[in-house]
């Protein structure tokens, strides 16, 4: 409002120098070279190259978290459809009875898991090398007789035929216990 002019002035003005510009002979060589010269310097060159890397990886970041949003919400869809098809087919089914055919629902399955690896859990403590310990002790005797017999290990048959005696006799007990 009244700073600037309410007519647009279409006249061209030119203004004419009344001093002559003159350039030293140096600065026109290499205003000359550098026009004519489509390379980059390699300090430029450098770091265009900087940007560019750190662009490409911010963008495969970008994309990096797309996708595994992405996966996320296919398991999450997955896993609905499968509770789902679970309540489906275990709503349709009579609750009294359970046939070896039927679907079973996650929770019975993670109870059924559980009870295995209890079972598991049981079967790995009764075969601890802790609960034979002759076995255990003619090992070390085995383990003690070669380190002290180190050019001589047939010097140790005794020990040896010990340890196969108690391993045999722990094997005897561990399978008279599964039974």
Known sequence: MGAGQSKADTEEK????ETPIQFSQDVVNHL??????????????STLDAHVRARIQAELQH?????ESVQK?????????NIDREMSSAGGEPSDEVAEGDVKNSMTLMGDL???????????ARRRLSDYPAVK???????LCYRQNPTAPLDCWREVRE??????QAESQH?????
Not at 63 to 67: D, H, M, S, V
Not at 175 to 179: D, V
């Open 14 to 17: 030119v203004f004419y120098n």
């Open 32 to 45: 000359s070279d550098h026009s004519m010269s489509p390379d980059t310097s390699p300090e430029r060159q």
């Open 63 to 67: 994309l990096r978290a797309e996708e």
């Open 73 to 81: 919400e296919i398991e999450l869809a997955l896993e609905r459809e």
């Open 114 to 124: 559980e009870e295995i690896r209890t079972k598991v859990d049981r079967f790995q």
């Open 137 to 143: 002790e003619s090992g070390e005797a085995v383990v």
């Open 163 to 168: 340890f196969n005696a108690s391993v045999a």
């Open 175 to 179: 399978l008279a216990s599964l039974r």
